[in-house]
């Protein structure tokens, strides 16, 4: 059954709570194993649903599914390793945490139903605060109380506009169960000014999950005091989920013939969102910090083609997925780091190329991968999104577009440049372990791997989730 | 019967004012606790809610319980252990808090004016209380220094949306399961909410929001 | 000749519920407390008692207790006191008799001021500060009623064609009107929590500080106007909360007996559960009622239109 999916990650992760750290490890892989096995099994259609009321097997969901398993699966490679370097002091919260992770961001995934989206995403906020938190820092504590509360109150305002899109169906007193399937059956007939307010409400709350600017505060802080694994995890798994939530009404608001009201408040946040980013990525004292900015711009980004319609929305998916790959190699890249210099700020680090260099290689290759140049798959994605921005005539917005990629691209070169080449003064504590180094290698070059072939079924998942908003990739 | 529904606003609305005038913690979460009661009777009394099963019955039996009585009484617990000194200590005054509860409430019927076209009838009052009690959560929580008032206008927030799905939309499409997801992943959230506050007490000796200030561009 | 009975009956049971007020309070101290009847006792044995007068005084010391207790008797003639139809009623008399409450208080501040001593004057200040603050909940309240009556008068209000009722429209918004009351009531007669009447530090009082250099007569008079205020802000919130139908007959004046005598419990539990507040908070206080009425004002926007 499909549910599967997302109660296994749950149980386990409850009884991992539970469990000594030795076992927990063991268990952190072998869920994900069966996690990605699931998910699979999903993808040929193997599993059928039994509360449709709830949950259905959206291609877009399916999608996202996918990456998340599969950078869990890396993820809790890696954090095997990782954990028993840092001596983490309380080891099975952390486990029970990331499992209780997936479980909760595959049923966001897979939710059909608004509210049940809502309850799981609130739910992923709930889950992973206490990841943040596993190094009981001050600053560990302050970012999580930031982040618990930014977040908790913006998914509340999603939940408003949950109930008002609710509203809008018994205005317009039409018969329909709650889910998005036959909400977009109706769309057309449900009641406008209700329907825009819920989308307002919605974009504005799982936005601030998602990093918006405005409402980005929490993520530079949540990111860059979480251990890497749950940095990777957060930056190239949660920032998705909250995205489908945001995409889903977009949908809703394109078939209810409203897509040029939600495009615009899109476009709006996503170029807000690349220029904020931008602006604090030059001069970032704290090399995760700036990784975090840029999974700002990358949200950003995504909105932007996701608002842009046509060929831009196919740029953006691929972006997505892409992102998440490259991203998240770069975090676990960024924890080798921290594990070797045992410092977040790029002035104490100097030339890793010597010291670290397997490190040096996969960080190296996935700023490179970041900031958009071939052979990385945002450089297709970022390209699609451009011609997008053109062919639906929005020329100012292509040249901000690319002032701030040329912005971000700029600011992350002087850090990383800086880090690898830089004669500083720096001291090598650790030493680079197998287990640690290949999963970042194992993410980019899947990237490098979808760029060059993408599998028939990704691409067919891909065209049959933006037909439905418009997006072609014909032009 | 419609008199009784709009006593039970009054008293919604009389607890969001109370709680911008509140000048101690243990008041507040008194105020907290008699609004979450009456918020989950609210739709008991409305008439489109009169026809439920049981399964309704036992749902808001439980919902008082939750938001009368464990989120209050989690609250409570969280006080008596981390709060030394009782007071509020607000950054925007009482009397300006208080002015602002009256401009929160003239905005409210403004707005409710603006879109009641399109509301079902007679659920005016009902969507200003909503909207009254939402903004107050908000007023509430940029406005006090404690974070512990921060969870509070937080619930605050909580109990006007719920106040809007619940009692504004109908009953048909509302399966309790889902409503109690929600209020699970509420009262899970307070908890916790609750053992970082306790942190907070922990590592800095108060739980003033001006210590969470190291992070920083 | 009901209304002559019941005024007759009021003025002289004033006396005895604050009696109530202290059993309750010795109740929840555990202890037995004074005879219900203390504030009986208490008159008569400033009545037997001559006046002393400081040199430094004036007629308005004398002028003071005078004119604040024929203010507060005044008004009981205005109220329909047990739903009776008061003696004197006429479009307005609602602003016409805050006005000699205000003037009562005029003359004690004024009397107050005149001993020239610096406690009394400390206590008008505040006396004169609290009562402006409370002025405007009044005002707000009238203007409350008068959108949901049309009237201005007691007798309107009570047992007019439109009166107040609960049930009717609107009155789901008296709620707020009679916490705010209560809030006034407690400012305006010093109870607790705005001031404690059992204090011992004048520099803590507000209304007791005013009146320590009144003595004998004098000070029963004071006592005895701020019963019959006391009985009257009770009279008024007991009306709003349970209006008496004209139907009950003479059955209505122990009703309204009793139901004042339930109000001052009220208040004694209040004084019993609660610290009187920092003397900078008071105002904090005064503005919640006047904040809880203009939101009550605010909201007959929803149901008058």
């Known amino acids: 059954m499909l549910e599967l999916i997302f109660i296994l990650p749950i149980l386990t992760g409850l009884a991992a709570l539970f469990v000594p750290a030795n076992l927990g490890r063991g268990m952190l892989l072998i869920a994900a194993l069966f996690h990605l096995q699931l998910t699979i099994m999903a993808w040929f259609g193997q599993l059928p649903v039994y509360t449709s009321d709830f949950f259905s097997a959206e291609p877009v969901g399916l999608l996202v599914l996918l990456l998340t398993s599969f950078i869990f699966l890396c993820i809790s490679l890696y954090a095997i390793c990782y954990v028993r370097e840092t001596e983490m002091e309380n080891e099975p919260v952390f486990h029970g945490c990331m499992l209780l992770f997936l479980g909760t961001m595959s049923m966001v995934s897979l939710a059909d139903h608004p509210i049940v989206l809502w309850i799981a995403i609130e739910a992923t906020t709930l889950v992973s605060a206490p990841l943040i938190f596993v190094h009981r820092s001050r600053e560990a504590l302050e970012a999580t109380w930031k982040y618990i509360i ?5 998914i509340a305002l999603a939940l408003l506009g949950c109930f008002f899109i609710t509203l809008s169906i018994d205005i317009a007193e039409i018969d329909v169960p709650l889910t998005f399937t036959s909400l977009n059956r109706v769309a057309a007939q449900l009641d406008p000014v209700w329907l825009k307010a819920g989308f307002i409400f919605i974009a504005i709350g799982f936005g601030t999950k998602m990093g918006l600017a405005p409402m980005h505060t929490w993520l530079p802080d949540a990111h860059s005091q979480a251990p890497s694994p749950a940095s990777a995890l957060l930056s190239g798994a949660l920032l998705n989920c909250a995205f489908l939530g945001i995409y889903k009404a977009h949908t809703l608001m394109y078939l209810a013939g409203l897509g040029e009201f939600s495009s615009n408040l899109l476009i709006g946040f996503g170029l807000t969102s690349m220029l904020v980013a931008g602006i604090f990525m030059v001069k970032q004292p704290d090399y995760k910090r700036m990784l975090a900015y840029s999974s700002i711009e990358n949200m950003g980004i995504i909105a932007f083609g996701v608002g842009l319609g046509g060929v831009a929305v196919y740029g953006a998916i691929l972006h997505m997925i892409h992102h998440s790959l490259i991203k998240s190699s770069l975090f676990l890249s960024a924890g080798n780091i921290l594990l070797g210099f045992k410092t977040k700020f790029v002035e104490h680090i100097g030339n890793l190329a010597k010291f670290l260099p397997k490190t040096f290689v996969s960080f190296f290759a996935g700023f490179v991968g970041i900031s958009g140049l071939p052979p990385f798959g945002l450089f297709i994605s970022e390209l ?42 720096a001291e090598i504590q650790g030493v680079e372990k197998y287990l640690r180094v290949f999963p970042p290698y194992a993410l980019l070059l899947t990237s490098i791997l979808l760029t060059v072939w993408l599998p028939d079924g990704i691409y067919t998942t891909i065209l049959n989730t933006i037909k439905i908003i418009g997006g072609t990739i014909h032009g | 019967m419609s008199n009784i529904v709009n006593i039970t606003m009054v008293i919604i609305l009389l607890s969001v004012l109370l709680s911008l005038a509140s000048n101690r913690l243990i008041a507040l979460v008194k105020i907290m606790a008699l609004q979450g009661i009456m918020v989950s009777l609210l739709p008991l009394l409305l008439e489109h809610h009169s026809r439920m099963g049981s399964g309704g019955l036992i749902f808001f039996q439980v919902m008082i319980l939750i938001k009368g009585a464990l989120i209050p009484g989690l609250l409570y617990v969280a006080l008596k ?16 808090s208080l002015f602002a509860g009256l401009i929160i409430i003239l905005l409210s019927i403004f707005i409710t004016e603006r879109l009641h076209l399109s509301l079902p009838k007679g659920h005016d009052l009902l969507l200003t209380t909503a909207i009254t009690t939402i903004s107050a959560g908000f007023f509430l929580m940029m406005s006090r220094k404690k974070a512990i008032t921060q969870v509070i206008g937080y619930l605050m927030l909580e109990n006007g949306i719920y106040l809007v799905g619940t009692a504004l939309t ?25 053992i970082i506050l306790h942190n907070i007490n922990h590592t800095f000796d108060d739980i003033d929001t001006d210590h969470l200030n190291l992070l920083k561009d | 000749m009901e209304s002559f009975f019941t005024i007759a009956l009021a003025l002289l049971l004033a006396p005895l519920f604050p009696g109530i007020i202290l059993k309750v309070k010795a109740f929840f101290a555990g202890k037995k407390g004074p005879p219900l009847l203390i504030k009986y006792y208490t008159l008569l044995k400033l009545l037997q008692k001559g006046s002393v007068y400081s040199t430094s005084t004036t007629f308005v010391f004398k002028l003071g207790p005078i004119i604040s207790c024929a203010g507060a008797m005044m008004i009981l003639l205005f109220f329909p ?29 004024a009397a107050a001021l005149d001993t020239a001593s610096p406690f009394e004057g400390m206590g008008a200040a505040r006396e004169a500060f609290f009562g402006t603050l409370a002025e405007a909940s009044i005002f707000a309240i009238l203007i409350l009623f008068y959108r949901m009556t049309g009237a201005l008068s007691f007798a309107e209000y009570f ?11 609107a009155g789901a918004l008296l709620l707020l009107v009679i916490v705010s009351l209560f809030m006034l009531l407690l400012t305006e007669n010093s109870r607790v929590p705005v001031d404690d009447p059992a204090t011992h530090l004048e520099l803590t009082m507000i209304h007791e500080v005013m009146i320590l250099d009144h003595s004998g007569p004098d000070l029963a008079l004071i006592e005895l106007g701020s019963f019959y205020k006391l009985f009257f802000y009770s009279a008024f919130i007991f009306l709003i909360i349970f209006p008496l139908k004209a139907e009950w007959g003479l059955f209505k004046v122990p009703l309204f007996f009793g139901g004042i005598g339930l109000v001052y419990v ?17 105002p904090k206080f005064v503005l919640t009622s006047l904040v809880l009425v203009s939101f009550a004002a605010i909201l007959t926007m929803e149901f008058i239109k």
Do not use: W
């Open chain 3, 159 to 169: 047992i007019g064609a439109r009166s107040i009722s609960m049930a009717g429209t």
């Open chain 2, 170 to 194: 109908k009953h048909a499409h509302t399966l309790y399961v889902v409503e109690f997801g929600v209020l699970l992943d509420v009262l899970v959230g307070v908890m916790i909410m609750g």
């Open chain 1, 150 to 154: 930014i977040c908790s109150v913006g």
């Open chain 1, 384 to 425: 699609f999104i451009l011609i997008g921005a053109i062919q639906t005539g929005h020329p100012f917005c292509a040249a901000l577009f690319i002032f701030c990629l040329l912005l971000v691209v700029a600011g992350a070169a002087q850090i990383v440049t800086d880090m690898s080449f830089s004669e500083n003064i």
């Open chain 2, 81 to 96: 252990r981390v709060v030394t000194k009782r007071e509020i200590e607000p950054i925007i005054g009482y009397h300006a």
């Open chain 3, 266 to 282: 009220a208040i004694g539990l209040v004084e019993s559960g609660m610290a009187r507040f920092k003397m900078n908070l008071v």
């Open chain 3, 81 to 109: 006191l047990g739903g009776m139809s008061p003696l004197v009623s006429f479009h307005g008399d609602v602003i016409v008799l805050f006005y000699i409450l205000g003037l009562g208080r005029f003359f004690t501040i």
